[in-house]
């Protein structure tokens, strides 16, 4: 747990409700830590754990604390460095893995990438910008992508109709890619075949 300023204080200065209760989870943050406190596979052993969540309601802090909301700005860096510093100072299990296996959540359009150089064939290629002491800790995302670690980092997507996912972002989006119902066509004109529920697109480790 950590203390109330990077979780609920958070909570009495928002009034973002449209950012937090959106399809695209830009509330992973919260939803998460709430489904982990249910968790049946919670443990009040530290020393049973296989992974630390580390609860920083980014998404509350995007306006009014002014931690970015397209990006992380340096005073939303300056948030996670001081959950990840309360961690390592308080409990003695940061340094059991050096970091390795706390996990937080970052939901913002790049991740802990910044918006970089466009390229024709790979479109935008975003740089990280993610802090050296920050870089143990395995962040959960709902994009993906640049500039995700592979096999590291784990991905948990928008749970979206696919509608909404294709024409927000495009017939060769990897979000688009993965729906066999859906096949751009020799025009790049979108073909969507409309189903009831939501579909998941999903690439991670565990």
């Known amino acids: 747990e950590l203390p109330n300023r990077f979780t609920t204080w958070l909570a009495a200065q928002s009034n973002a409700y449209e950012w937090t209760h959106s399809w695209w989870f830009y509330d992973n943050d919260i939803s998460l830590h709430q489904r982990f406190l249910a968790s049946p596979y919670r443990t009040a052993d530290p020393a049973e754990a296989d992974f630390f969540y580390l609860p920083l309601y980014r998404s509350l802090g995007a306006y009014t604390a002014g931690w970015g909301p397209g990006v992380v700005t340096p005073k939303g860096w300056r948030a996670f460095s001081a959950a990840a510093g309360y961690a390592q100072r308080t ?23 910044m918006l970089g150089q466009f390229d024709k064939q790979l479109g935008f290629v975003h740089r990280s910008v993610l802090p050296k002491h920050l870089e143990p800790i395995k962040f959960i995302l709902q994009w993906g992508g640049a500039p995700t670690r592979h096999g590291y980092d784990l991905v948990v997507p928008p ?9 927000a972002v495009g017939p060769r989006h990897p979000y688009a890619c993965a729906s066999k119902k859906h096949r ?23």
């Open 91 to 113: 409990w003695p299990w940061w340094d059991r893995r050096g970091g390795s296996d706390h996990m937080m959540v970052i939901t913002c359009d790049v991740g802990y990438g």
């Open 184 to 206: 751009p066509s020799a025009e790049g004109a979108v073909s969507i075949h409309h189903r009831p529920g939501h579909f998941f697109y999903f690439r991670g480790k565990i």
């Open 159 to 167: 749970r979206t109709p696919p509608s909404e996912v294709f024409s």
